[in-house]
Structures are given as structure tokens and as C-alpha cells.
């Protein structure tokens, strides 16, 4: 028996990017551990993570490219060779361009690997096809925006900051199943005294390790910021120090918005009691070094672009950015440390196609003309379960005239409508580099088992559909490897500062920051913009969001044994998950005489979905919550959650507004 150790990177949409050691026996991953050596993840993993080996050998891995032989949806397929897959599908993409040209072709990603060569290659791809593009934005855009619209280009603050702070505020995040690495930050400043509050709709998993919860009303949190800004300044709490030498606009800012918001008048919007308004008022005011981890759930509404912007606003108004373990980490963006350009190759779209939002795909396959849809290639993504408005998602998917690839590596939902089925490799099959949007690390991986089946990695499918497409491009001949070395030489300003050899060894390794990068301010006035003359609202402030007419707002949050939908391939993981449940506080099910246990159907005018009733008091009246995606096959109807979901987008940076949801519930 020969077995090795060999490193590896978590490829999944997760912030910890963790570092990863897999033995490998004959060719076959046996075990997969973190990596010590990870300075981030140092050497843990999640529970999802940690039998890898489980998902990559799964029996359920898809091994040939296969062809539909039954009704759209129905799953039945045959195999067929590689040569034929690619005949089939460049054969029907040529009638298709001829006839109404490359734009009726649709690419939908999005992160099934954030690998930085196997995430975007296919864009160079389609950028040369002349396809539609895609707009990639049902995570967090609008948190980007919110973000950017006050700190401009500013680095986030290094996760270590986190342990030098006393008081700690969780905003919209369930650390423990989200960014679990970062509670080791959490955990050594609860030891050194901090307080640690969470700001949510619900009582998530995260509350049992926090000292208080705030519970906030769904899309809310804007009002809530400047409510404690109201506050501040009420109080003289005001580091004005701060405010002269690195702020632009606290005097607007305090004179036309700040007396709108008094605490009465923002304990009516947040449902918040004054009383802890006065108290996060005075824990922030007077700590000193508070520092906001600010999650994604409360920029996934018609206002989570403002709300974010808004709540990036706090740290200044107490000088926070000049403290150690003080600030905000919204998202680490390390995008310029690879030359990302190269894989992407904007340059090869010849003229500028039309553009699609990928939140709107219902609309797109349903309703679109000029030219229509007529073909959708989808890769590392599964939109009939995670992208929102699933009945309008399906019934363009049913068009018996839209031809549908789907590169994979299960039968996912979106799969059973595929015509053409690709068997896709996992990341221990193929090569790629890593960043993180959670900690500084960057780290390169090179395959470290052959290929299962005869699945092949994102960019070898590019390849040979440039191939057969008759794509003479110089770039379409490189391999993956080629493709990471010129992502990384010349060494891009970031890379000048770590260790070239480690990283090309396959070793993890950190990007560092600048000296009073904290105090840096990359904006155009060099300050933070509390005002910003460049957008058309200049100052942040309140409104509400969409909502539906229905009395629960709908929360379809993160599950610890679950990633999107990604993980439901896991017997061992799903046991877990259990099933799909709806927490309900136990005043709404007496008042609708519902009980524990029952199956009942939650529905707005978009769809209905089946789940069972799980009573709690750790969701408030008025909203319900279930957490994880589940599959069709493990759901109880139809159905699953973003049948519920709609279409709808942010106010800025067209991002999902995926939990701006409300819904009536009924027994089934
Ligand atoms: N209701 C609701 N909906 C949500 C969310 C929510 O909180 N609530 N979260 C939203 C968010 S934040 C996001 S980011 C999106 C995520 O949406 P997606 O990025 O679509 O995420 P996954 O469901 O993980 O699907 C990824 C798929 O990629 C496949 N895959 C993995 N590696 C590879 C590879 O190398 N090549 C190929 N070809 N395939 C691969 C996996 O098998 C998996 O089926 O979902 C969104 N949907
Ligand atoms: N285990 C696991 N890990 C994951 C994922 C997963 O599905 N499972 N998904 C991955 C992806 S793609 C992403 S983008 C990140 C997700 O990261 P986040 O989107 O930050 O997800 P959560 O950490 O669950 O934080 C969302 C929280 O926001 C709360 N929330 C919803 N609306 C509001 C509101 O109006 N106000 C406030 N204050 N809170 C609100 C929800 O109740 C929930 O607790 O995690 C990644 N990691
Ligand atoms: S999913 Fe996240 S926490 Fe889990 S191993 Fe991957 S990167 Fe680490
Ligand atoms: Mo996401």
C-alpha cells in the first residue's frame, strides 16, 4: 500500500478557503485533514469538510458525458462518448448562431469552485463565442457596493484584528456555520474580557456562543445604524479627532439625516426596545476598540445595498479604524493579487453582448427575445435549486427548444434538464490557486488524485469546445498549469511580498499588508465618504425593503451540514440536516392553531413549498426560518425554497434579494 500526504485547498464559496492534507492511497483519497501550516484555518475543518473522501469517490459521481433520452426533467439518460458530446453540442451551437446568432447562447456559473482558473475560464470562452454574459451577482454584490460607496478600494482589516477588540459585534452572520475559523478570533477575545453581541432575525446557531442578541426586523438594519449614530452624537460620543483628520461629511450627515432617525422613531422600524438601543448605543460608544463582522443576509434586500453602506459608516464616527482590534470586515478582496485578466480575456469579446442578470434567469428563458435563449451552458452552479423564482426557472428549463449543457459532477436538479450531461472533476482531480474572501492566504494546488471516471476539470471542456468551434487562439492551447503561471508572473505588486517558491511548492502562504493600511483610506478623497458625491443618493439613510403582502418574512439561511446546495450528494451530512423544517415562534402556530411536527406549506404569489413545522422561540413572531437548500429529491413536494424567492434586485449593483421575502403558512 503506498499512501502519501499530499496538500490541497477547500475549493467551496466559504471565507475560511481552509488548507487541506489528503492521503491518498492508490490513487483513491482516503482522508482529508487540515493543514497545520494554514495560517488562517491552522490545521481544522468544518464538519462538511472533514470526509471530503466521501463526496469525491461518492458512487453517486457522475462518470460519462450522457444524452437525454427521456422527458426534460425526468432523469433518464444515456451515456455517450466525449467526442460525440462535443460533435452534439458545437453542431447545435452552430445552427443556433446562424440562425439567430451567438447571443441566443446563455453561460450561467457561479461557485461551485472558487478555484481562480476553473471558476472564470469559461469566460474566455464565451468572450470569444460571442455569447450573452452573464451578470454574477446572487451573492453579495450589493454588500460590495454598500461597502465600496464609503471605504472606496480600502483593505479590509486582517481577521486578526478581531481578538484585539472588547466589543465584538456579529452582524447578520452564523459564524458557527459560515465562517466557522473565524470564531478562533472570537473565542481569544472572549478570553481577554470582550463582549460579543449578535444583530439578527432569528436566534441562530451563532447565539449560543454570543453574550447578547439583538433581534432585528427583517431588512431593517439601516435604521438601526443610524439610530445608534443618533446616539453617539446625542451623547458627545463623537471621536472628533478622528472625524477632522480622516472623515468627509459628518457635519451633512449629522444635520440633515441623523435627527430623522431618534430612538423611538427607530425602535418602531427595527422593532428593537429603546431601552437596548441605548444599551448597543453605549457598548459601541464607549468600547474601546469595537469591531462589526458584518454578514451577507442583510444585503439581500431591495434596500441591502444602502444597509450596508449605512452600517460601513459606525466605525468612523468612534475613530474605530485607528484602534487596534477596531473596524469593520465586510470582505476581504484580494482580486488584484493574480492577474485574473488572463483567464477571463475580456479582450476577446469583439463587440459588447447583451448582458443577463443571473437572478433574473426565469425572465431570461421565459421572456427574452431578440434573440430568445436558445441555448443555456451551465457549469459549477445549480440554478433550479439556489437561484430565485425556481417555477419560472423550471419552465424556461422545460422549453423543449432550449438546448441545455450541464457540466457537473452529480445529477443535480438542474442536471435533469440537461440534453447533454458533462461529467465535471472534483478539485482534487485538476490543478488551480486560491484566494479567500475571509483571510489574506493565497495558495496554489496541483491535482493530487487522477481524474474519476471520465470526468474532466472546467477548462478542459473549454479547451475542447474552442477545439471544435475552430478557436485558434493562442490561449485556448494552454493548460491549467499554464494558465495559474501566467496568473502569477510577473509577481502582480500583492505577490512582490511573499514567498514565490512556497506558492509554486503548493504551500499556503499570506499576503502581506501594508504599514497603517488601516488608516489608508483608497477612496477618491483619501477619507472615508460618510458623504459620497458620486452617488446619487449622497448620504445614507433609510427606506424600506420590497417585502410581499404576507404576514412571515421568509428567512432561507445557511446550514451547518450544507453548502448552498452543494453537500446534499452526503448521506452522513443530509441525517444531519435532517429535513426540511420551518421554525415558527410558537405564538404565530397557536394563532394559526398549528402544531410541532406537521407538514405544512409556506406560499406567496410566486409558489408553494412543503415543509415541517418546527416550533421554537428563537425566531420572532413574524418571521419563519429554515436553513439549508435542499434538493427535490429530498424535499417533500414539488418544490423547494426559492420557489418562494423572487427576481426582484437590489437598490444598487443588481444584486439577489433573496431573504426580502414574505409568505402565509398553512397546514398541508
Ligand atoms: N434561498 C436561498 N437561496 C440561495 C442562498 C440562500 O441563502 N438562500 N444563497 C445564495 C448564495 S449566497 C449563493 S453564492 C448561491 C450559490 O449558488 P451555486 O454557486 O450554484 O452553489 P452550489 O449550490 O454549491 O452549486 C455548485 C455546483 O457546482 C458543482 N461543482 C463543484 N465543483 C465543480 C467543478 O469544478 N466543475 C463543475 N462544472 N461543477 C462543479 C457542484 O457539484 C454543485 O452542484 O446560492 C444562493 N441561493
Ligand atoms: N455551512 C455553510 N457555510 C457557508 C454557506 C452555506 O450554505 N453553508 N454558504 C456560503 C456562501 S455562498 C456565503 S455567501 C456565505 C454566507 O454567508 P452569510 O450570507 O453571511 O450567511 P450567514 O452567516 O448565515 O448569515 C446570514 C444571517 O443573516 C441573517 N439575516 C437575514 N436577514 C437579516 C436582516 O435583515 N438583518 C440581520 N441583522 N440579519 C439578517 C440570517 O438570519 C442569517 O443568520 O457562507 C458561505 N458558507
Ligand atoms: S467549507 Fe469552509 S470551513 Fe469547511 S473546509 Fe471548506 S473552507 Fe473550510
Ligand atoms: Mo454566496
New binding site residues.
Given amino acids: 500500500m503506498n499512501s502519501e500526504l499530499k496538500r490541497s485547498v477547500c475549493?467551496?464559496?466559504c471565507p475560511d478557503a481552509c488548507g487541506l492534507l489528503v492521503e491518498v492511497v492508490d490513487g483513491q483519497a482516503v482522508k482529508v485533514m487540515g493543514d497545520p501550516e494554514h495560517p488562517f484555518t491552522k490545521g481544522t475543518l468544518c464538519p462538511k469538510m472533514l470526509h471530503y473522501e466521501r463526496t469525491v469517490h461518492s458512487p453517486q459521481r457522475l462518470t460519462q458525458p450522457l444524452q437525454r433520452i427521456g422527458e426534460k426533467g425526468t432523469g433518464q439518460y444515456k451515456p455517450i462518448s466525449w467526442d460525440e458530446a462535443i460533435q452534439v453540442i458545437t453542431d447545435r451551437w452552430q445552427g443556433i448562431r446562424a440562425q439567430y446568432g451567438a447571443e441566443a447562447i446563455l453561460p450561467y456559473s457561479?461557485?461551485?469552485?472558487m478555484g481562480t482558473v476553473?471558476r472564470n475560464c469559461g469566460e474566455g470562452f464565451f468572450h470569444r463565442l460571442g455569447a450573452s454574459r452573464l451578470d454574477r451577482t446572487?451573492?453579495?454584490s450589493s454588500k460590495s457596493y454598500g461597502w465600496a460607496s464609503v471605504m472606496g478600494d480600502t483593505l479590509a482589516p486582517h481577521p486578526d484584528e478581531v481578538e484585539k477588540s472588547d466589543f465584538i459585534l456579529l452582524w447578520s452572520t452564523n459564524l458557527l456555520a459560515t465562517n466557522l475559523h473565524l470564531m478562533y478570533y472570537v473565542r481569544e477575545a472572549k478570553k481577554r474580557g470582550a463582549t460579543v453581541w449578535l444583530v439578527d432575525t432569528y436566534e441562530n446557531p451563532t447565539a449560543q456562543i454570543v453574550d447578547k442578541v439583538m433581534l432585528v426586523r427583517p431588512g431593517s438594519d439601516g435604521a438601526l445604524a443610524l439610530g445608534i449614530m443618533h446616539i453617539l452624537d446625542r451623547e458627545g460620543w463623537i471621536d472628533q479627532e478622528f472625524m477632522d483628520k480622516y472623515v468627509q461629511g459628518f457635519e451633512q450627515l449629522r444635520s440633515e439625516v441623523l435627527p430623522d432617525y431618534p430612538p423611538a422613531k427607530v425602535s418602531q422600524i427595527t422593532g428593537i426596545e429603546v431601552r437596548l438601543l441605548e444599551e448597543m448605543a453605549v457598548r459601541y460608544g464607549k468600547a474601546h476598540a469595537p469591531f462589526i463582522v458584518l454578514g451577507?443576509g442583510l444585503c439581500?434586500y431591495g434596500n441591502g445595498a444602502m444597509t450596508v453602506r449605512t452600517i460601513t459608516c459606525l466605525p468612523a464616527l468612534v475613530g474605530a479604524w485607528s484602534k487596534p482590534g477596531g473596524g469593520l470586515l465586510a470582505s476581504i478582496s484580494t482580486g488584484k493579487a493574480f492577474h485574473t485578466d488572463r483567464v477571463t480575456r475580456e479582450d476577446l469579446l469583439k463587440e459588447p453582448t447583451r448582458v443577463v442578470n443571473m437572478n433574473q434567469l426565469g425572465n431570461a428563458l421565459t421572456e427574452l427575445s431578440n434573440p430568445p435563449i436558445m441555448s443555456l451552458f451551465v457549469?459549477?452552479?445549480?440554478?433550479a435549486?439556489?437561484?430565485?423564482d425556481q417555477t419560472m426557472i423550471i419552465k424556461g428549463l422545460m422549453r423543449e427548444d432550449l438546448f441545455t449543457v450541464v457540466?457537473?459532477?452529480?445529477m443535480?436538479d438542474t442536471a435533469r434538464y440537461a440534453d447533454i450531461i458533462l461529467p465535471?472533476?472534483?478539485?482534487l482531480e485538476?490543478s488551480d490557486i486560491y484566494r479567500s474572501y475571509g483571510h489574506y492566504g493565497i495558495q496554489r494546488a496541483a491535482a493530487v488524485i487522477p481524474p474519476v471516471g471520465e470526468s474532466i476539470?472546467?477548462w478542459e471542456v473549454f479547451q475542447l469546445l474552442a477545439q471544435a468551434m475552430g478557436f485558434e487562439e493562442f490561449f485556448f492551447n494552454q493548460t491549467a498549469d499554464d494558465l495559474i503561471n501566467r496568473l502569477i508572473n510577473p509577481p502582480t505588486p500583492w505577490l512582490k511580498s511573499v514567498d514565490l517558491a512556497k506558492l509554486q511548492a503548493g504551500r499556503p502562504v499570506e499576503l502581506s499588508l501594508p504599514e497603517n493600511y488601516k488608516t489608508t483610506f483608497l477612496t477618491p478623497s483619501a477619507k472615508i465618504e460618510l458623504y459620497n458625491p458620486k452617488d446619487a443618493q449622497p448620504l445614507p439613510n433609510y427606506f424600506e425593503p420590497y417585502g410581499d403582502d404576507a404576514p412571515f418574512y421568509l428567512m432561507?439561511?445557511?446550514s451547518l451540514y450544507s453548502?448552498?446546495?452543494?453537500f446534499n450528494e452526503r448521506p452522513d451530512l443530509l441525517s444531519k440536516k435532517e429535513a426540511a423544517y420551518l421554525q415558527m415562534n410558537v405564538k404565530d402556530a397557536e394563532n394559526k392553531n398549528l402544531q410541532d411536527g406537521q407538514k405544512v406549506i409556506a406560499f406567496n404569489e410566486r409558489g408553494e413549498v412543503q415543509f415541517i413545522l418546527k416550533l421554537t422561540t428563537k425566531v420572532p413572531v413574524g418571521v419563519v426560518v429554515t436553513e439549508g437548500?435542499f434538493c427535490k429529491e429530498q424535499a417533500l413536494g414539488e418544490h423547494t425554497?426559492?420557489a418562494l424567492?423572487s427576481q426582484r434586485l437590489t437598490d444598487r449593483a443588481a444584486g439577489?434579494t433573496?431573504?426580502d421575502v414574505k409568505v402565509d403558512v398553512r397546514l398541508a
Fill in positions: 475549493p467551496y464559496d457561479y461557485a461551485g469552485t476553473q446572487i451573492c453579495s451577507s439581500r457549469y459549477h452552479s445549480n440554478p435549486v439556489v437561484a430565485p457540466h457537473e459532477r452529480f443535480t465535471a472533476t472534483s478539485s485538476h476539470s472546467n432561507s439561511t445557511p453548502l448552498n446546495s452543494s437548500l425554497v426559492n424567492t439577489s433573496l431573504y
